[in-house]
């Protein structure tokens, strides 16, 4: 009934920025918080940042002051800004959104993950 899909992941060097994009599509009727998450090799999935429908964001201490979350309510989108990358920000970045539904149930979505790799 829903999609999330990333795109914008990719290859860069140290130092260097990516903006990740994650749209959601189907049957909504509202998003509350969107998040990303990341999970790197051989690690647990973990928070990145998350973004409530009003704009209140949280984000982990590894990455505060390099990357910044926001959203795009009308498109149902969600993006990460990165900058100044380091390879230990090397994962696989996952969407998620507390999706309403049309029908007013809720549920929790992910979406297939995009790749970021760092090079040193």
């Known amino acids: 009934q829903v999609q999330l899909v990333e795109s914008g992941g990719g290859l860069v060097q140290a130092g260097g920025s990516l903006r990740l994009s994650c749209v959601a599509s189907?049957?909504?009727?509202?998003?509350?918080?969107m998040g990303w998450y990341r999970q790197g090799p051989g690690k647990r999935r973990e928070l990145v940042a998350t973004?409530?429908?009003?704009?209140?964001?949280n984000s982990a201490d590894s990455v505060k002051g390099r990357f910044t979350i926001s959203r795009d309510n009308a498109k149902n989108t969600v993006y990460l800004q990165m900058n100044s990358l380091k390879p230990e920000d090397t994962a696989v970045y996952y969407c998620?959104?507390?999706?309403?539904?049309?029908?007013?149930?809720?549920?929790?979505?992910w979406g297939q993950g995009t790749q970021v790799t760092v090079s040193s």
């Open positions: 973004i409530t429908s009003v704009g209140s964001t």
């Open positions: 189907g049957s909504i009727f509202s998003i509350n918080t």
């Open positions: 998620n959104g507390d999706v309403v539904l049309t029908t007013r149930s809720q549920v929790n979505c």
